[in-house]
């Protein structure tokens, strides 16, 4: 989209949402696509999102992993396909770490083990339900006085040095070279022992009141006679470099982004009002794209009309063929905060498809599972009504694995199995696989619609026919390295002269003395006639069905599907 268009395109939807309704048609705008980052911010802090249950018995345990399944199945259900998960916290995480203790919020108690690992349990349960885990690190904040004071392995108290107090709170101080060494070891913790999908930065930036900061022994250190402003935005930039980096040396799929302030900086027409990403926290996250330090920025833009759609707009126009997907703030759905209405999430979801950004992502999970204002529901009826892809990381590789062989499908009780010999791809990374069907040959696997499954991490699919809208006649399988490359499409079944014609809704002809067979998805029988009343197929259901019809003299011949 060329900037005169994208201008034009802004100019309608700041007048449509500043006056009562969208700021595009909405069939238009709202069309899914195949590739879009569906994520939500899943916060352990506090328990907030998970877990509500303690880990203080092997039931405790128990319940605190069947609370994060459900919280999982519930995301799947809605077709996402990406969970920010809360992985260190204030100074303190969520798994078996040699660096920092586990977090308060899993037993009641500081330091104190589950009696399992919760980040491997999370990384296991997102990827049986397709959905990427990426270990959302809090970076600068340590925490508060009694945050600190529970946990006697704290970094305050074994590298003090590497910390600064500040408004009532330590924080680690990025100028202190040995602050970027310190974070970096943790992501290397992470991604090596753990087959998370990225690494997700949070609070990469100075505090609140930047300016401030007590680190000016520190700029006279390192300063080395630069501008200070410059200099603590140069701080930000070494850690982020130096993880990205050292991620990328480890597993270079892994995707490294962040959440920065939603405002990058005052554009030519519209304020920041003293908030933004690069004067306010120096925090040059439009550099780092730039660089090639980051490969998706989740910006935090929980603002409404003027202060959202323009600066959408400059993140889309800088986001250097990496990924850009806004944080909308849906707790301010909330009555007890700012109660919006609904369609003030809506028109942000159609704008930010119909400029081209990437995706979504929802601050915070409770808010959305919660159908806060009718959200999830409307998610579900309009915007997600189908599975959606992660796309393709392609500056990082972007050669294919080969197709899927000697692929097989069988009848089997009441589902159907589907089998295939596993793909070799050209980087050291596993390959899972995709699940497309349709009524037409060949299935279209650029259709979003015919998505049935976007991440199957076996060579084996089980399909159980449980949604109307999967019921297909023709299905194929395709390869997915883990940079999201996608191989030609394998078929497991095929139009031929011998294949039964789709029929739209109906009966097909009864010829006199013939009997018409009706079998489901799964090939079991549910009916014979010898009837052509149209009352048959309401009775029978939604699904897929088969007809077969049994002449006089016992021969049988397939005569038509169809989809209901």
């Avoid at 970076?139 to 003090?160: A, D, E, M, T």
């Avoid at 410059?230 to 050292?246: E, L, M, S």
């Avoid at 998805?521 to 897929?544: F, M, N, P, V, Y």
Wanted: hydrophobic share 35%; charged share 25%; glycine share 6%.
């Amino acid at each position: 989209m060329d900037k005169r268009s994208i201008f034009f395109l802004l100019k309608t939807c700041l007048i449509g949402a500043m006056l009562t309704g969208p700021c595009a048609p909405a069939e238009k705008l709202s069309a899914q696509p195949k590739h879009e980052i569906r994520a939500t911010w899943l916060t352990t802090l506090g328990g907030m999102d998970w877990p509500e249950k303690k880990a203080v018995s092997h039931a405790g345990t128990a319940a605190q992993k069947q609370e994060l399944a459900d919280l999982l199945d519930a995301l799947e259900a809605a077709n996402f396909n990406t969970v920010l998960f809360q992985t260190r916290l204030r100074g303190d995480v969520i798994y078996p770490s040699q660096i920092e203790p586990f977090a308060e919020c899993l037993t009641g108690h500081a330091e104190q083990s589950p009696r399992y690992d919760p980040l491997k349990f999370a990384v296991e349960e997102c990827h049986k339900r397709g959905l990427e885990l990426h270990a959302w690190i809090v970076c600068i904040p340590i925490g508060n006085r009694r945050q600190v004071g529970l946990h006697k392995n704290s970094i305050v108290k074994k590298q003090p040095g590497l910390c600064k107090f500040f408004n009532g709170c330590w924080y680690l101080d990025p100028g202190n070279p040995g602050t970027a060494h310190y974070l970096s070891r943790i992501a290397q913790e992470i991604v090596a022992n753990y087959d998370v999908d990225g690494i997700h930065l949070d609070y990469i930036r100075y505090p609140e009141q930047a300016e401030k900061f007590p680190d000016r022994d520190t700029y006279r250190k390192y300063g080395r006679g630069k501008d200070i402003r410059q200099w603590r935005r140069d701080n930000i930039t070494r850690i982020v470099r130096q993880i990205y980096a050292d991620v990328k040396a480890l597993k270079p799929w892994v995707k490294v982004s962040s959440s920065p302030v939603g405002k990058y900086n005052d554009t030519d027409r519209y304020s920041s009002y003293g908030w933004n990403a690069y004067e306010a926290v120096f925090q040059d996250a439009q550099g780092w794209l730039e660089e090639g330090i980051h490969d998706a920025l989740f910006p935090m833009m929980y603002f409404r009309k003027n202060q959202f759609y323009p600066f959408a707009l400059d993140w889309q126009e800088n986001k250097r063929r990496r990924w850009i997907v806004p944080g909308l703030g849906i707790y301010f759905l909330h009555p007890e905060e700012q109660d919006w209405e609904l369609d003030e999430v809506t028109r942000q979801i159609r704008f930010s498809r119909g400029i081209g950004l990437d995706g979504q992502a929802y601050f915070r999970n409770k808010f959305l599972l919660d159908n806060t204002k009718g959200l999830l529901d409307e998610l579900k009826r309009h915007f997600y009504v189908f599975p959606a892809a992660v796309p393709p990381m392609t500056w990082a590789d972007s050669i294919a694995p080969a197709a899927p062989s000697r692929v097989q499908m069988t009848f089997d009780g009441k589902s159907v199995s589907m089998k295939w010999a596993s793909s070799a791809d050209n980087t050291q990374s596993d390959v899972y696989y995709r699940i497309y069907a349709s009524n037409t040959y060949p299935v279209d696997t650029e259709n979003p619609r015919n998505l049935i499954a976007a991440r199957i991490g076996t060579c084996r699919y089980v399909y159980a026919p449980e949604r109307p809208w999967r019921q297909r006649a023709y299905w194929a399988v395709t390869a997915v390295d883990r940079f999201g490359n996608e191989s030609a499409p394998a078929p497991f079944n095929r139009k031929d002269a011998r294949s039964p014609e789709i029929i739209d809704g109906r009966l097909p002809e009864i010829p006199e003395g013939c009997t018409l067979i009706v079998n489901d998805a799964t090939g079991t029988e549910i009916l014979r006639t010898q009837s052509s009343a149209t009352d048959i197929l309401s009775k029978i259901g939604t699904g897929l069905f088969r007809f077969i019809l049994l002449a006089p003299d016992g021969t049988i011949k397939a005569t038509g599907v169809t989809a209901r």
